[in-house]
């Protein structure tokens, strides 16, 4: 095990990367070689002060088990709107330009590698992958509730998690601009892999999520 408590320059392209490739050894049904590609970030394990606030009534927004940590402000975005704004936005956020991957692509992941990629619930700091919080997108309102800003699609934009929490609330419109330069042509979140990660975790991977997770949203995501 290896502790993380922060994420350092460079982190967020060395797991999308590592991912990618892990990714598409599963959708090729080749596990062991999966596993190889999956040894450079096996086994962190997040102790950062990093937190995920929870709903007040435990609701779900992502498809998950009731009771899953949720950030209050995504409560009015349905889980096909929150997969709507990760296609619009090219999967990359909208506050460090660096490529995301949806969190239920990295669940079928660790379904397969719980030990390499420990999924936790509540991101539980010492329980959960670093991967969770620097790779996986939020939904965020551009101009916050508070502000009187809507759950309508434009005023909703893509962030990491960790960019997310770390920006905390103030508007993405007092951001500095995103680096567009960084979007990478092409990238697709590893949608086109999903189905076959899936499939997968099936063969060889550990259930810890609801039985209709990843059937619900392979369909949000149109696949
Ligand atoms: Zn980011």
Same mark, same amino acid.
């Given at each position: 095990?290896?502790?993380?408590?922060?994420?350092?320059?460079?982190?967020?392209?060395?797991?999308?990367?590592?991912?990618?490739?892990?990714?598409?050894?599963?959708?090729?049904?080749?596990?062991?070689?999966?596993?190889?590609?999956?040894?450079?970030?096996?086994?962190?394990?997040?102790?950062?002060?990093?937190?995920?606030?929870?709903?007040?009534?435990?609701?779900?927004?992502?498809?998950?088990?009731?009771?899953?940590?949720?950030?209050?402000?995504?409560?009015?975005?349905?889980?096909?709107?929150?997969?709507?704004?990760?296609?619009?936005?090219?999967?990359?956020?909208?506050?460090?330009?660096?490529?995301?991957?949806?969190?239920?692509?990295?669940?079928?992941?660790?379904?397969?590698?719980?030990?390499?990629?420990?999924?936790?619930?509540?991101?539980?700091?010492?329980?959960?992958?670093?991967?969770?919080?620097?790779?996986?997108?939020?939904? $965020?309102?551009? /101009?916050?509730?508070?502000? &009187?800003?809507?759950?309508?699609? %434009?005023?909703?934009? @893509?962030? +990491?998690? *960790?960019?997310?929490?770390?920006?905390?609330?103030?508007?993405?419109?007092?951001?500095?601009?995103?680096?567009?330069?960084?979007?990478?042509?092409?990238? $697709?979140?590893? /949608?086109?892999?999903?189905? &076959?990660?899936?499939?997968?975790? %099936?063969?060889?991977? @550990?259930? +810890?999520? *609801?039985?209709?997770?990843?059937?619900?949203?392979?369909?949000?995501?149109?696949?």
């Amino acid at each position: 095990m290896v502790r993380v408590e922060e994420r350092a320059e460079g982190d967020t392209d060395l797991y999308v990367d590592a991912l990618a490739a892990v990714a598409s050894g599963l959708a090729a049904s080749q596990s062991s070689l999966a596993a190889e590609r999956l040894q450079p970030i096996a086994g962190r394990i997040w102790h950062g002060r990093l937190s995920r606030p929870r709903s007040k009534d435990g609701a779900s927004t992502d498809g998950a088990p009731r009771g899953i940590a949720m950030r209050g402000r995504e409560r009015d975005v349905t889980p096909r709107k929150r997969a709507e704004v990760f296609i619009r936005d090219g999967f990359c956020c909208a506050y460090c330009g660096g490529r995301v991957i949806p969190l239920p692509v990295l669940v079928a992941i660790s379904d397969v590698f719980p030990e390499g990629l420990p999924y936790h619930a509540y991101y539980k700091s010492g329980h959960i992958h670093p991967a969770f919080w620097f790779v996986a997108p939020e939904v $965020d309102h551009v /101009l916050a509730h508070a502000s &009187g800003g809507t759950g309508e699609l %434009e005023n909703l934009a @893509t962030l +990491h998690s *960790a960019c997310n929490a770390m920006k905390a609330d103030v508007p993405i419109t007092d951001l500095p601009p995103v680096e567009r330069a960084k979007r990478v042509d092409g990238w $697709d979140g590893l /949608l086109s892999l999903y189905p &076959g990660v899936v499939a997968a975790g %099936e063969t060889y991977g @550990t259930r +810890h999520h *609801a039985a209709r997770y990843h059937t619900d949203w392979l369909r949000y995501f149109g696949l």
